[in-house]
Structures are given as C-alpha cells and as structure tokens.
C-alpha cells in the first residue's frame, strides 16, 4: 500500500470519475485503474462499483475513505513538521539541571510558549549524567547540563557562561576570602556537581580542608543560608531568582571561574524544528543578556577580594 495509491482512491471517491481524477492528479486514467485494482488485491475487497460511465464507492470504500483522508492528513503533517520553513509545532521533551531550571529557564519558557504556541513543552530535571543517559535513549529532545564532555552519539553546543556567587547571611559578616569560611557550614548538592566541584578545588588551592554539607535541593539550600545556618556557592542565576527576597550577602572570586552550560543532544535526531528554535533563542536571549553585563560592568568597582553583589 503505497500514500500514491491512497491519493488517487480518495481522489476518485471525491470526483466520482477516474477521468476527472486524472485531471486533477495530472496523469493518465489508465494509471489511476492499475493503482487501484492493486490497492484492490492487496485490501482483498471490491472499493468502487461501476455505475453507467461512472462509479459507486462500496461500503468497503467508504469504511476505507474514512482512513484514506488520516492517513493522508498526517502524512501532510509529517511534511510540514520537517520542513526547514515550517512554523515549529508538536512535542519538545527538554531535560536540564536544577540551577537551569530555577535560575535561568523560566522566563525564556515563558517567551517561547508565546512564540510557538503550537510546540507542545515538557521540562525535566535531574543531575547532568542522567540528563545526557536520557538524550541518549531517546528519551528527551534536548538537555541543559553545566558540563562539557565528549559522548558517543550526542553533540554540543555552548548556550550560556554561568558566574558563581557565594552566598551567606549578612549577620556571618563579610567574606574577604576563602579563610573567612573556617568554622562555618557550607551547603551544597553532592558530589557529581560541578558548582560543588568549582568549591571544592578553590578550597584546596587556599589550603582550606572543610566538610561540606550535601543537600540536593536549591530551595533547601537557600532555606539554610537564610536562616544563617552557613553558606553555599551557587550559580548567579540562582542568586538572582532567591536573592531579593533572601537578604543574602553575595561574593565573586576571580579565583572561581565561570562555568560554561552547554546544550547537549542525539547526532541521530538530524532535523527537529522545535529543538533548533529553543536552541537558537536561547544563545539569542543569553548574548543579549551578556552584551548588558558587560555595558553595565564598571571595573572600577572590583577589588583584589571578593567582590559584593547586591541581588
């Protein structure tokens, strides 16, 4: 069964005439006869009765038309849905880690929503190695993680530069440097995270030995520091989303560098219009964002410690 044969069916049930079929089809009647005399054979049931110089659909017909115009409906769908010019529409399954999630992606969520109203949006969270394990199987479009690694079958592409803060209740006092965190709890996600790993190695080039307390929530975490229980490096973005109402104090260290976030999916999945869209206004969104920072940044504001932030 072939959608050639299902055009010309339908196109003859539509008219009522083989001629004027081929008129509309643009070929000749003799080919529209053989087609459906083969559809005919392989469905095993008569679809047309002739009637005078005409022809009458069979019941078969009818119950076959039925499927005809579905069958021909989603094969016109499935054309548009991959063509390069076509407005993205259906599903877009996008995994990401939490400080994504929370700190960056709500907002271009919403923007994306309103521009493709027909793009159907699934958002997932969960730690970068499951993230990547599910583009690998399929099971997600597209994933956010804060790490750059090379995977068989996934590609990568850079999306935005994430700057960390340390954050801590004003009533700890100021922190200058990493000797000022002595005797104070540090709370961040576990092991596997490379904001944690960022703190960890600054820790050890200051000589500083201390244990960190792992929570797995960034709610939870920002919960802590409020309560001036300790402190935690966080992503900027998560800073700006709990900071104004946190009364935190915030901390840069030129000594913990940014970290890139890359955008991660199948080298398989080669055309995916709604992924591409997402992937484009994302860098779009974040460069414009950078080009604010830096037009905003005055260098004269920076000392040799730790820089204070205002959320």
Same mark, same amino acid.
């Given at each position: 069964?072939?959608?050639? #044969?299902?055009? $010309? ?12 079929? !081929? +008129? ?21 049931? @008569? ?24 069958? *021909? ?29 929370? /700190? ?25 190695? #499951?993230? *990547?394990?599910?583009?690998?199987? &399929? ?32 009533? *700890? ?11 104070? =709890? ?5 092991? /596997?995270?490379?904001?944690? @790993? ?7 080039? #200051? ?12 709610? @939870? ?5 409020? =309560?001036?229980?300790?402190? =935690?490096?966080?992503?900027? /973005? ?27 999916? &199948? +080298?398989?999945?080669? &055309? &995916? ?13 974040? +460069?414009?964002?950078?080009?604010? +920072? $830096? @037009?905003? #940044?005055?260098? !004269? ?11």
């Amino acid at each position: 069964m072939e959608l050639a #044969q299902i055009r $010309m069916f339908k196109t003859v049930a539509d008219t009522g005439s083989i001629a004027r079929a !081929a +008129e509309v089809l643009h070929c000749v009647p003799s080919n529209i006869t053989a087609r459906i005399k083969s559809l005919e054979a392989e469905l095993g049931v @008569a679809l047309f009765y002739r009637q005078g110089r005409g022809l009458r659909i069979s019941p078969a017909g009818e119950v076959f038309l039925s499927y005809a115009a579905k069958i *021909l409906a989603l094969s016109d769908e499935a054309k548009r849905a991959v063509d390069p010019l076509a407005t993205p529409t259906g599903p877009l399954r996008i995994g990401a880690i939490e400080s994504s999630a929370t /700190g960056r992606l709500p907002r271009l969520l919403a923007k994306f929503h309103a521009r493709f109203p027909s793009v159907s949006l699934e958002l997932s969270t969960g730690t970068w190695s #499951q993230l *990547l394990d599910d583009t690998l199987s &399929h099971k997600l479009d597209g994933v956010i993680v804060a790490v750059d690694v090379e995977r068989p079958l996934l590609k990568r592409t850079f999306i935005y530069r994430e700057d960390l803060v340390l954050i801590a209740s004003p009533s *700890l006092g100021p922190l200058r440097d990493a000797a000022d965190l002595q005797g104070k =709890a540090i709370f961040m996600w576990p092991t /596997g995270c490379p904001y944690r @790993a960022a703190l960890e190695r600054w820790l050890a080039r #200051q000589g500083q030995d201390q244990s960190i307390v792992s929570i797995a929530s960034y709610g @939870a975490i920002a919960g802590c520091v409020s =309560a001036g229980a300790g402190v =935690a490096l966080v992503p900027r /973005g998560i800073f700006e989303q709990y900071g104004p109402s946190s009364g935190w104090a915030g901390y840069e260290f030129p000594e913990l560098t940014a970290i890139d976030n890359l955008f991660y999916w &199948h +080298e398989h999945s080669t &055309h &995916h219009p709604a992924r591409d869209a997402f992937v484009a206004m994302l860098q779009a969104e974040f +460069e414009l964002e950078g080009d604010r +920072e $830096m @037009a905003e #940044q005055n260098p !004269a504001d920076r000392d040799p410690g730790g820089l204070s932030l205002s959320p």
